[in-house]
């Protein structure tokens, strides 16, 4: 049995084909990082040794554009990601056709309760994600126009929506709720659901089957999710204890384009005098803030590398913000796990930046972690082991699975149809 797994995230499109909980074959798409073009694509088959991988994010020439594995896709390409993947699928004999697919397995980043968990996605369940379209643009939208182009094409397949937020049900109470009226609270389903839960999930998974002495899961771990988004995640024992993300992917620590954390007064402000309200003001900060916002060039964390060898002051300010407020995300998580054995970076730029990595590391000698230069310059999207043998504190690279653990959980809903 064959299954398509789709990941919408804010800034690439993926997707997987899986035989069971096989992968074999994973399509990337994002942003190029050369003038040759605009987007580029990466295919990945099972078994194959020429499948290149994403370039790393440190602002240096693309070392892996010439391998036959990334190609130039047009915006286009891009925009009507589904076709495209079908095709190339079928065109490497991945699939012979579209009818040898199952079933359909599809991240999902909404808020409230409902969407805490995984679920068939039926009329009931595309009218509740309607009503949430404008809460997280960034994601519920691709999201709901994924789940439309995938119904048109896949008639009667069943299609899961695999919740983000379900791994975080275990945060508690007191770090769950806002200082709202409880009527409201309760009423209207306020509160940090918290998200990147099925990313966290997928590096719990991994280092479970690891044999290695740090592939075991410490009493007290931060997981660093740093990509386009980004979050802080606080597991203890295994369970999430706190999410950096609330209510919705908006809050927490200054992303790509989101504000991130920001005084409620502050927006009061603004909406006044730059006239947004309700779906200007979300659109204004998830789509115009951030690195985006304070650099006022570019949301990518390589173009400010570069902009700020060349002297842009704005550059390294959006720069310094972003690693600022990270860092004041794990100290502040120290303090809630009453100490930390391991911190792992994972994610587009926790994964392939070493250079932010020893940034965002340079202050924390103080909780324990001691960064081993070499290393870390040597890891760029691998899995691997960057402190120094006497940091108290060891600091791990590790590459999410989102895919992967989207696959096991469609395969588990539907398992019991």
């Known amino acids: 049995m064959k299954y398509l797994i789709v990941n919408r995230g804010s800034a690439s499109e993926k997707y997987s084909i899986y035989e069971g909980e096989k992968c074999l074959a994973y399509l990337h798409m994002e942003k190029a990082e050369n003038d040759k073009c605009d987007f580029v694509s990466s295919l990945y088959i099972s078994g194959q040794e020429t499948a290149g991988q994403p370039s790393p994010l ?52 909404a808020p409230g309760k409902y969407f805490q968990g995984d679920k068939i996605i039926d009329k009931v369940y595309l009218k509740e994600i309607k009503k949430v379209l404008a809460e ?133 402000y603004l909406s006044e005098r730059l006239g947004l309200k309700g779906k200007k003001l979300k659109e204004y900060l998830n789509k115009k803030c951030g690195l985006l916002g304070v650099s006022e060039q570019s949301s990518d964390v390589r173009d400010l590398l570069k902009l700020e060898r060349e002297g842009n002051t704005q550059a390294k300010l959006a720069l310094d913000m972003y690693v600022y407020h990270l860092q004041k995300q794990i100290g502040s998580y120290y303090v809630v796990l009453g100490g930390l054995d391991m911190i792992i970076f994972t994610a587009t730029v926790g994964e392939r930046s070493f250079i932010m990595r020893e940034r965002i590391c340079a202050d924390l000698e103080m909780l324990g972690l001691k960064l081993d230069k070499e290393k870390n310059n040597q890891s760029e999207g691998i899995n691997a082991l960057i402190s120094t043998s006497d940091s108290q504190v060891k600091i791990l690279v590790r590459k999410t699975d989102e895919m992967r653990q989207i696959a096991r959980d469609t395969i588990k809903i539907l398992s019991v149809l």
């Open 136 to 268: 997280a643009p960034l994601h519920i939208l691709p999201t709901y126009e994924a789940i439309k182009d995938l119904k048109k094409t896949f008639k009667n397949i069943p299609i899961v929506g695999v919740s983000d937020s379900d791994f975080h049900k275990t945060i508690p109470d007191q770090a769950k709720y806002y200082g709202l009226p409880w009527a409201e609270t309760q009423k209207y389903q306020i509160e940090r659901y918290g998200y990147h839960g099925i990313s966290v999930e997928s590096i719990l998974n991994k280092m479970k089957a690891e044999k290695t002495e740090e592939g075991q899961i410490p009493k007290k771990l931060i997981i660093c999710h740093i990509g386009s988004g980004a979050s802080v995640t606080a597991v203890k024992d295994g369970q999430s204890i706190e999410n950096s993300m609330g209510f919705t992917p908006l809050e927490g620590v200054m992303m790509a384009t989101r504000a991130g954390n920001i005084d409620p007064g502050a927006l009061a």
């Open 58 to 109: 440190n602002g240096r020439p693309n070392r892996s554009e010439d391998s036959p594995a990334i190609s130039c896709i047009t915006k286009k390409e891009y925009e009507n990601s589904l076709n495209y993947a079908l095709n190339l699928f079928i065109e490497k004999k991945i699939i012979a056709n579209k009818e040898e697919i199952t079933g359909i397995g599809i991240r999902v980043v």
